[in-house]
């Protein structure tokens, strides 16, 4: 039993920087889910948005600071996702997980999709809601109330 | 043609910065976020300040700064800085990126993402206030490279065990030159014969480690 606890422990380790509405509530499906998860956000009072079932660790602290991430166990972590409300410090602390650390799957919050191009080079995976929701309500739109315009006329 | 200079935040280090490059007949532009401090700015003789957020690929493009051969993003976040000089660097093909970092331990990281020159001020100051408080035979210490090398300005008094011996009898740690002797009104490039002389100063060039070492042998402090 232990043996099986410990392998899992090093397999999907992830590190979620930023505890916020979209932070929480991926921390809190990943923990419903059997996930090890970390959560690490400057301020303290923040992780009351995590649900009493969470089950992962939660730490304080400024995650610019690569002795922060090292204090969240970095190196064995199998995924980094930076979702704080500041761009470039999701942009910093991705980079710091993929370059100085190898970390496999990166991801990162970006509201300005126009710096992209920083990330071009790196393999980050990012997500822009300003584009996803352009997308989503575009493909709202686009099935219902243009088909049905375009079929009335 | 001007080499055109960029500078993005930190107002009181863009204000010192901008006069003083602007005298040496560069090109300067400067972005600051606040509006209010944009106008002190703006009063500077010759500097075109923008208003705006430096991390915004647009106020860079606003700015010019596909046209920069420098750009020095001065800004207090160490994240802020990063992005300033990849997106200079990426997305408008500036040739140098300089910035400044508050955690030191960063330094390494930033060259690695491809940051030509990366300072570190709180290191830098510390050092500074360390060598002022601590020493008191050097006037002036110029630390180069990061602080590994320093150039400092040693007055040789009379009762200093180095007075009257020649520099090759003086036990100076290996890392150490004594590359100037400034006498009354002339400057001595030494040999190793050259004999040092109560009321000299010696221009010394050191490893920073060796630094304490070498003055203790001169000085006797």
């Not at chain 2, 500074?128 to 180069?144: G, L, R, S, Y």
Request: a negative charge.
């Amino acid at each position: 039993m232990m043996n099986i606890f410990s392998k899992t422990k090093e397999t999907d380790y992830t590190i979620i920087i930023g505890c916020g509405r979209l932070g929480a509530s991926l921390a809190n499906m990943l923990s419903d889910n059997g996930t090890d998860v970390l959560m690490l956000d400057k301020d303290e009072a923040a992780f009351r948005k995590l649900s009493s079932s969470y089950g992962g660790l939660t730490l304080e602290g400024d995650a610019r600071d690569i002795s922060t991430l090292r204090e969240a166990g970095i190196e064995k972590a199998k995924v980094v996702v930076s979702v704080t409300n500041d761009d470039n410090t999701n942009i910093m602390v991705a980079q710091i997980a993929k370059e100085l650390y190898q970390i496999p799957y990166v991801v990162c919050r970006l509201y300005d999709p126009e710096r992209e191009c920083v990330y071009h080079e790196f393999e980050i995976n990012t997500i822009c809601p300003a584009v996803l929701s352009a997308n989503e309500i575009n493909k709202l739109l686009g099935s219902s109330v243009y088909h049905m315009e375009a079929q009335r006329a | 043609m001007k080499t055109s200079v960029l500078l993005i935040g930190g107002f009181d280090m863009t204000r010192g910065l901008a006069s003083s490059l602007l005298k040496k007949g560069y090109n300067v532009t400067a972005i600051y976020p606040d509006y209010e401090k944009c106008k002190v700015l703006a009063e500077i003789e010759g500097l075109q300040v923008i208003n705006g957020d430096g991390t915004k690929p647009f106020i860079l493009e606003e700015a010019g700064a596909e046209k920069m051969s420098i750009a020095i993003a001065l800004t207090d976040h160490d994240d802020d800085n990063l992005v300033i000089c990849e997106l200079c660097k990426k997305k408008f093909g500036v040739k140098k990126t300089v910035c400044t970092i508050k955690n030191g331990e960063n330094t390494e990281f930033f060259r690695k993402m491809g940051v030509d020159a990366v300072v570190c001020a709180t290191n830098a100051i510390t050092s500074i206030i360390e060598q002022q408080a601590f020493m008191d035979e050097m006037t002036t210490v110029i630390p180069i490279g990061d602080g590994r090398l320093s150039i400092a300005e040693i007055p040789i008094s009379e009762t200093a065990p180095a007075v009257g011996k020649k520099l090759w009898e003086i036990n100076l740690p290996k890392e150490v030159i004594v590359g100037c002797i400034m006498r009354q009104e002339s400057n001595i490039i030494p040999r190793g014969d050259t004999r040092v002389l109560a009321g000299d100063v010696l221009i010394l060039l050191s490893s920073a480690k060796q630094e304490t070492t070498a003055v203790r042998e001169l000085t006797g402090r």
